[in-house]
């Protein structure tokens, strides 16, 4: 089992820049290929971004060059660095590690671009 908490959500206005923390444990972190998604109002759940054991990275086009995914392994963190936000970022963020079926998932923090 792998048990999983964001935290780093809240209300910014549109061009700022937020950065959401996943903490993991119960398995080797290193190891793990880590995911956020995010889900928005009446929308289906969304892959964002990835980074692979190595630290390849892999991002949805509506964010690339605007998000980077990162990891800690010393932490047993990943990140999600988000700039220039657009409205149309708002939604719930969630860390994943397995993919969207058979995966492990956070709670998920609310994301909202408003001015």
């Known amino acids: 089992q792998v048990q999983l908490v964001e935290s780093g959500g809240g209300l910014v206005q549109p061009g700022g820049s937020l950065r959401l923390s996943c903490v993991a444990s119960?398995?080797?972190?290193?190891?793990?290929?880590m995911n956020w998604y995010r889900q928005a109002p009446g929308k289906q759940r969304e892959l964002v971004a990835t980074?692979?054991?190595?630290?390849?990275?892999n991002y949805a086009d509506s964010v690339k060059g605007r998000f980077t995914i990162s990891r800690d392994n010393a932490k047993n963190t990943v990140y999600l660095q988000m700039n220039s936000l657009k409205p149309e970022d708002t939604a719930v963020y969630y860390c994943?590690?397995?993919?969207?079926?058979?995966?492990?998932w956070g709670q998920g923090t609310q994301v909202t671009v408003s001015s």
């Open positions: 119960g398995r080797i972190f290193s190891a793990l290929v």
């Open positions: 980074i692979t054991s190595g630290s390849t990275t």
């Open positions: 994943n590690t397995g993919g969207l079926v058979y995966g492990h």
